[in-house]
């Protein structure tokens, strides 16, 4: 199989990291971003090596349009193409709304919405060009069912899920297919420290009575970027313990 150039925002931990580590053991091509990088995400430069891939790791704020274009030119400019998009960077948000600050949405929307809107603009002119590509945009399944004190964080992931099917459905005819990873409470540090909804009572919530494991998560995006997402088209696979059935 030839080798994918994937890039990936938010890689330094939790599910995108799992996911790189996917990507890595595939062989594949990584471009990865993240605020800032993990020794265990810098481990994956071994990984990756010994499978036959490559990695380029690269600082930047997903919000930031300017930075997006120059990890998108860079991933263009060492292999000639981005095959697959993973719009994984995001930031939570557990607050009443009536405590939420203007500051607070902004940052939210701007990473969460805006960011993934950065990263797909800036590889769809290639994808298009080449009429193929692939773009993953992980939301979560709270922008499907909401939850309270999470009123900004559930517009934000809404937002990227009806972004994921309007822009499945035009540009799919080109080629290009979208979709998008939900994913219900999975154990990452952003589920530990920053809320506190996250525990045994909400466990007990969960048709499968756990959380999810991050590689769970990468599993998804794996199958929606691999040959078995061939036929997928502005889809919400929604990883979940049964949370949001
Ligand atoms: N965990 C869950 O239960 C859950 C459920 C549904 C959806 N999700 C979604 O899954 C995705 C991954 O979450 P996770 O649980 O793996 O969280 P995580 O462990 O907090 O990892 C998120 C990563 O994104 C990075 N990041 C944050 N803001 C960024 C920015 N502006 N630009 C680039 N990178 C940025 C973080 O960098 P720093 O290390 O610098 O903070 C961190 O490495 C998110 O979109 C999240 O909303 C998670």
Not at 35 to 48: G, N
Not at 123 to 145: F, H
Not at 158 to 184: F, Q, R, Y
């Amino acid at each position: 199989m030839m080798q994918r150039v994937i890039v990936l925002t938010g890689a330094g931990r939790g599910i995108g990291l799992a996911a790189a580590r996917r990507f890595a053991l595939a062989g594949d091509l990584l471009v990865l971003n993240d605020v800032k990088f993990s020794d265990e995400a810098l481990a994956l430069e071994t990984t990756a090596r010994e499978y036959g891939g490559d990695v380029i790791f690269l600082a930047g704020d997903v919000s930031d349009p300017s930075e997006v274009t120059t990890l998108v030119a860079t991933a263009e400019g060492r292999h000639g193409r981005v095959d697959v998009l993973v719009n994984n960077a995001g930031v939570l948000l557990s607050k009443p709304t009536i405590e939420t600050t203007m500051e607070d949405w902004i940052r939210i929307i701007s990473i969460n919405l805006t960011g993934t809107w950065n990263c797909l603009h800036a590889v769809l002119p290639g994808m298009v060009a080449r009429r193929a590509g692939r773009i993953i945009n992980v939301s979560s399944e709270l922008g499907l069912i909401g939850f309270p004190t999470y009123a900004a964080y559930c517009a934000s992931k809404g937002g990227v899920i009806a972004m994921t099917k309007a822009l499945a459905k035009e540009v799919a005819p080109l080629g290009v297919l979208v979709n998008s990873v939900a994913p219900g409470p999975i154990e990452t540090d952003m589920l530990k420290f920053d809320t506190i909804e996250f525990n045994d009572e909400t466990r007990e919530q969960i048709p499968l009575r756990r959380f999810g494991q991050p590689d769970e998560i990468a599993a998804a995006i794996e199958f929606l970027a691999g040959p078995g997402g061939s036929y997928m088209v502005g889809q919400i696979l929604s990883p979940n313990g049964g949370t949001a059935i």
